[in-house]
């Protein structure tokens, strides 16, 4: 079965300051993807950043980046220089090459301290 | 391009009623996705349509439970005999699978918010 950790409900962060979200996966699956979204309070769930597993270099854009560890089936993101606006949910998903839906975490609640 | 829209943003309704709502996923995509998200948690997946087909369902997915996308464009979720488990915010996303080289990732609407009083 596929599942998604993250192990950090809640994390804080000073403005431009840099936060490393956690997130962990189990599966048994060698070809798939990995996503980070983010859910501004009542806003709808946008895209942040895309990993494909049979890429070793790490995904970036612009002030985000991730660090993908695939034998340890790990999977975080890094914010630099936080930003006010990027309080919110963040979910870590997983979806298999073949497969049709995501899987995902239960969510890392993110405050940007001004 | 406007995205994924959803109709209505919120519903309240007494337990027992049926309840619908309407997705309109981005018009070049031929997948569309049904998802619940309750308090605290991710979205869980209940089914997926390529064009007007339902290919998979969740368990979750109870015969109360039932999804259509009729011209393989827009699509309703129907919830009949609605239970105060019911309540939760109901999600849309839609794909794009005929691009090559394309994750398919997915792109979400607004959801809808259910409580079931």
């Known amino acids: 079965a596929q599942t998604v950790t993250q192990s950090q409900p809640e994390m804080s962060v000073q403005e431009a300051e840099t936060v490393t979200l956690s997130c962990t996966y189990d599966?048994?699956?060698?070809?798939?993807?990995l996503f980070w979204y983010k859910q501004p309070p009542s806003r709808q769930m946008i895209l942040v950043i895309r990993q494909e597993a049979y890429k070793q270099q790490n995904a970036t854009e612009n002030r985000f980046s991730v660090n993908f560890q695939k034998a340890a089936k790990s999977f975080s993101l890094k914010i630099s220089d936080s930003q006010l606006g990027d309080a919110a949910m963040y979910f870590c998903a997983y979806r298999i090459h073949t497969g049709n839906q995501f899987y995902f975490g239960t969510g890392t609640s993110l405050t940007v301290i001004p | 391009d406007t995205g994924v829209s959803q109709d209505p943003r919120h519903k309240i309704t007494k337990r027992g009623q049926n309840v619908t709502f309407r997705c309109d996923p981005i018009?070049?995509?031929?997948?569309l996705y049904w998802y619940r998200q309750t308090l605290g948690q991710g979205p869980e997946f209940l089914t997926y349509f390529q064009n007007e087909a339902q290919l998979e369902k969740s368990r979750l997915l109870s015969d109360r439970f039932s999804a259509e996308r009729p011209k393989g464009s827009f699509s309703t979720l129907e919830i009949q005999r609605t239970e105060q488990g019911d309540s939760a915010m109901y999600l849309c996303a839609s794909s794009n699978s005929w691009l090559a080289g394309n994750t398919y990732e997915q792109y979400f609407g607004p959801g809808t918010r259910l409580t079931v009083t």
């Open positions: 599966t048994s699956e060698s070809d798939y993807y």
């Open positions: 018009s070049e995509h031929n997948r």
